[in-house]
């Protein structure tokens, strides 16, 4: 089904009516409103539209409405110049035939509102509430109408009220006239009515005053492209090869699409500027609930409302502390107890760095001015700022930078792709020789059952190669404060799916080898009866800004290893792509290693924002939806595509908190829940399909809400390929109606939808990209 577009036209101006409360005179006002126009506008045509009443759920549902209502106002616009009044029923929060609110099922059309008032007792609150439940979704109330009543007078309040509230004109009318006994007396009293109050000057007045917002919004979506070419500094953009018209113009966005300027309507006067575009970035990794969610949007209005902003030293607000409790709760890590706040994953990073070294330091006894490193994987990236630069090889992000000094070494690794219709673990050709060859699977899952791979020789072969590569790092004198890694996907780097099992691998190697990173003997040494929260050889950072929070199918991407970190990030999902926020999660002994007498041992970062309020009210509620829909079955749809038929049916109501503790890895703290559910919103039909285009794709993976695909490039991969450029454009292109919205790491194709994308639209983008890769 195609998604609904936003209602702008350049000849036909779209008004959507909308009451304070029942029995508020919408009728009488669109009707005096229709009437107006035919004595202002001779020319144009006026078309009004009432369709549905009020009620429960009804067989249409909201999506097919707003379809049907889009439809019928394209074929008025193809009749030239006019006006087309559209009338919701009851109040604001009346219910739609679905259930929903009107407020929130009309919200995609995004057409400019204009509020019929209360002139009744009660009613400057009633049409003040009104105005703010629509201006709160986003809606643009253009004007307040309401009866001139002599005896509460509210008009007189409300238009002061809303003249100082954004400049929305109030206008009034005489009410309508006693109802007549006779049906030929009141039709002949109501017209003579409508007649007087269209022609009144108030009237005209506010009709010169929409015409006039619709052409200015027109013209500045028109010349949105060329000014932002000459005023804004792009991200990620070499902005030299970018050219005004593929700029894409966002109105407003709500689910999974953007509404954007359609280029080919500048051109034609009965087409709709703005066209519905699948945000296919997931609004670059953040967007999990959809744009626009009402949830979110009202947790971040009550928040703001509540606190605005408060600082957080030495203070807690209800927020911070509730969304730091649900963490701990829910990542279910036994190693983790403490929750540090900042605003996003790059700096959530480098306060997790800073965390890391220090406890190596203080632990081994190193002094402060001695060069630490991190070990890492090779193509990771961790953020922008200057100290999670410096956690990242050399690559087209930092090499350039002028302050960049890359402080690690980074391991090699094999990487997971369904090849020609077969899942293969690819090991480098430089590890060959250590790793040995390639491995096939029959499916994604077996690649993910852990528990059977660590028993067979690739896994002694992983360790093997990563103890001898830390004991040539450790006989040069290099000296590691942290194993820091993207658990299971390398986001940045190119949408790498790395082997599960040789990221388990390597940080069990790294917390059995103290000795190859203590150089005097440690100055509190583990014990064996310490709790399980202590770590060994190095404090284990994840990265989980990318990866973690349903991102991939689980609430922590670490279960998808089965490894508990020491240190984890999150960020992006965490606030359902509304507002910044991160948090960074540590165990006790690495908040212990800053405990000191002297003030300036402290972990001395923040943010004036740091615990922002309103992110972390938004927090709660974007954790709380996603657990809310992975435990009422919303994703069992996508579970139920076939990617786990290779394993035993899993306990699908295993959570973090009832696994049952591992000793496989030595490490009692580590649990195993690396053998639930491995699923992904892209059926696996379509994944092998998309495996076997075999003269286009080099490889394809697809987990969780993410597909990637390797486009084949002869002169090369990696992120200056421009490979997979021309399956971007083709998306661009998109299925006429509606397009994709997608961006490209190199040679790599991504796209992702939201937690809360469905079926249908799924299918439809999978159905482009067969049509591109088949043509």
Known sequence: MAPTSSILWRNLRVHQIYGANTDVGKTVFTTILCNAVAKRYKRDQTFFLKPVSTGLAQESDSWSLLSAISEHIARRAEHGPGWLFLETAGGVHSPGPSGTTQADLYTPLR????????????GISQTIAAFEALKIRGHDIEAVLLFRDLEYKNYVYLRDYFQTRGHVPVETVSPPPAQCEDDSSETASMLSYYDSASSEDGMAGILHALDQRAKDRIARLDSMRDKASNTI???????????????????????????????????????????????????????????????????????????GHVMFAEAIHEPALALAELLLKELGNPRLSRVFYSDNGSTGCEVAVKMGLRAARTRYGWAPGERLEILGLKGS??????????????????????????????FDYPTVQCTNGKWTVAVPDALRNDLGDSTQFASLSSVFDLDSRTRDGQFEGYKRYISETLEQLHDQGRRFGALMLEPVVLGAGGMLLVDPLFQRALVEVVRASSHLFETTAPSSPPTSDEHASSWSGLPVIFDEVFTGLYRLGRFSAASLLGVNPDISVHAKLLTGGLVPLCATVASEPIFAAFASDDKSDALLHGHSYTAHAVGCQV?????????????????????????????????????????????????????NYSKGLVWSIWSRDFVE??????????????????????????????????????????????????NAHTRVL???????????????????????ILDFLDS
């Open 111 to 122: 057409a400019p509102v204009v509020l019929v008032g209360d002139a009744k007792l009660g």
């Open 381 to 410: 990236y961790h953020g922008d700022t200057m100290g999670a630069m410096d956690c990242s090889q050399p690559c087209a992000f930092n090499e350039k930078v002028e302050w960049y000094d890359g402080k690690g070494f980074w």
């Open 746 to 768: 190199g040679n790599v194709f991504y796209v992702m939808g939201g937690q809360k994308t469905d079926k249908e639209t799924v299918e439809e983008l999978q159905a482009l």
């Open 233 to 307: 500094w792009y991200p990620f953009t070499q902005q030299k090869l970018l050219t005004p018209d593929r700029i894409s113009v966002i109105d407003s966005a709500h689910g999974d699409y953007f509404q954007v300027l359609d280029s080919e309507s500048q051109s034609s006067s009965n087409r709709p500027l703005l066209k519905p575009a699948f945000d296919g970035s997931a609004s670059w990794w953040t967007q999990g609930l959809g744009h626009a969610n009402p949830q979110l949007t009202l947790a971040a209005a009550y928040a703001a409302g509540r606190y």
């Open 619 to 671: 927090a709660l509620e974007s954790l709380s939806e996603m657990q809310s829909l992975d435990a009422r079955g919303a994703w069992d749809w996508a579970k139920a595509n076939g990617w786990s038929a290779a394993q035993t049916p899993p306990d699908t109501t295993m959570t973090a908190a009832s696994v049952i503790n591992s000793s496989s890895s030595g490490d009692s703290s580590d649990v």
């Open 689 to 738: 399909n998309v495996s076997q285009k075999m003269d286009k794709v080099s490889g394809v993976w697809a987990l969780g809400s993410v597909l990637a695909i390797s486009m084949r490039d002869e002169k090369g991969s990696g992120y200056k390929s421009n490979a997979a450029v021309s399956l971007r454009t083709a998306l661009h292109k998109g299925a006429g109606s509606w």
